[in-house]
């Protein structure tokens, strides 16, 4: 089973937190949760996001289709998200910010605004949490700042959950899911196991000090002309005794008494 769980490091779940939490902000300043279900929706397809990407890592030691489909899964949550976010823009008439707007670019550059200790991603106050960078622009600004921010930070977590995909799509192709690595592992441990069957029984004690002589005079086989092998019988009547049998066994079953 391959390492699997540590999706915490992962920086496409890191971001998708964010996302979540600002999202609970964001609908808790702006939209009615009592008027409409819009809230619902939007803090749901947040928490999919999040939280597909966890059940994927985790779900990767065993099945590694499962966790493609989970984070595609959370892929396409952010994508509904993000039509909510500009529906918002659009319909409260507020602009949309291009790539290139100045805002949108301080917000993106908040991404490596940290001091490079990692982020505590339990203790909300850490000014390294990735959370309390983009406060103020969320919960401290206009709605059009809070909604474009959030859409900046939706792109960023694409663009990793797209790279991501992408790599798990590779490993897959190259290595092979868990289920066929069972099954290539269940395979050898068979081989493995009629290679031994085809060798002369280790628990037999019996005095193999004549079995260079005995194979140095080895007959043909009667059937197909192959040199024989000298092999002990393990089952049967005849349990224990030696005989000669066929090298090309199974192809070929001839035997000869000893």
Same mark, same amino acid.
């Given at each position: 089973?391959?390492?699997?769980?540590?999706?915490?490091?992962?920086?496409?779940?890191?971001?998708?937190?964010?996302?979540?939490?600002?999202?609970?902000?964001?609908?808790?300043?702006?939209?009615?949760?009592?008027?409409?279900?819009?809230?619902?929706?939007?803090?749901?397809?947040?928490?999919?996001?999040?939280?597909?990407?966890?059940?994927?890592?985790?779900?990767?030691?065993?099945?590694?289709?499962?966790?493609?489909?989970?984070?595609?899964?959370?892929?396409?949550?952010?994508?509904?998200?993000?039509?909510?976010?500009?529906?918002?823009?659009?319909?409260?008439?507020?602009?949309?910010?291009?790539?290139?707007?100045?805002? &949108? %670019?301080?917000?993106?550059?908040?991404?490596? *605004?940290?001091?490079?200790?990692?982020? $505590?991603? /339990? +203790?909300? #106050? @850490?000014?390294?949490?990735?959370?309390?960078?983009?406060?103020?622009?969320?919960?401290?600004?206009?709605?059009?700042?809070?909604?474009?921010?959030?859409?900046?930070?939706?792109?960023?977590?694409?663009?990793?959950?797209?790279?991501?995909?992408?790599?798990?799509?590779?490993?897959?192709?190259?290595?092979?899911?868990?289920?066929?690595?069972?099954?290539? &592992? %269940?395979?050898?441990?068979?081989?493995?196991? *009629?290679?031994?069957?085809?060798?002369? $029984?280790? /628990? +037999?004690? #019996? @005095?193999?000090?004549?079995?260079?002589?005995?194979?140095?005079?080895?007959?043909?086989?009667?059937?197909?002309?192959?040199?024989?092998?000298?092999?002990?019988?393990?089952?049967?009547?005849?349990?224990?005794?030696?005989?000669?049998?066929?090298?090309?066994?199974?192809?070929?079953?001839?035997?000869?008494?000893?």
């Amino acid at each position: 089973m391959r390492p699997h769980g540590g999706y915490r490091n992962l920086r496409s779940f890191q971001v998708t937190e964010i996302i979540y939490d600002g999202t609970v902000a964001f609908c808790a300043r702006f939209l009615d949760a009592r008027r409409t279900r819009l809230v619902d929706q939007m803090v749901q397809a947040a928490r999919s996001g999040r939280q597909n990407i966890a059940e994927g890592s985790r779900a990767s030691g065993t099945s590694s289709q499962t966790e493609l489909r989970l984070v595609g899964v959370a892929r396409a949550s952010l994508d509904e998200l993000l039509l909510d976010y500009e529906d918002y823009l659009r319909q409260h008439g507020l602009p949309l910010w291009s790539k290139d707007h100045p805002k &949108a %670019r301080e917000v993106r550059g908040l991404a490596a *605004a940290s001091d490079g200790r990692p982020p $505590d991603q /339990t +203790d909300r #106050t @850490d000014q390294t949490n990735g959370y309390a960078r983009y406060r103020p622009f969320i919960e401290e600004s206009d709605a059009e700042t809070a909604a474009n921010t959030l859409i900046c930070l939706i792109h960023q977590a694409n663009y990793l959950l797209d790279r991501q995909i992408a790599a798990l799509e590779k490993q897959f192709v190259d290595e092979g899911g868990y289920s066929e690595r069972l099954a290539a &592992a %269940r395979l050898e441990a068979r081989r493995r196991r *009629a290679t031994q069957s085809d060798r002369t $029984d280790p /628990t +037999d004690q #019996t @005095d193999r000090t004549d079995q260079t002589e005995k194979t140095a005079r080895a007959p043909n086989c009667p059937l197909c002309g192959q040199p024989m092998t000298l092999r002990t019988a393990r089952k049967g009547p005849q349990a224990g005794s030696q005989f000669w049998g066929c090298a090309g066994y199974p192809k070929c079953k001839g035997t000869l008494a000893l």
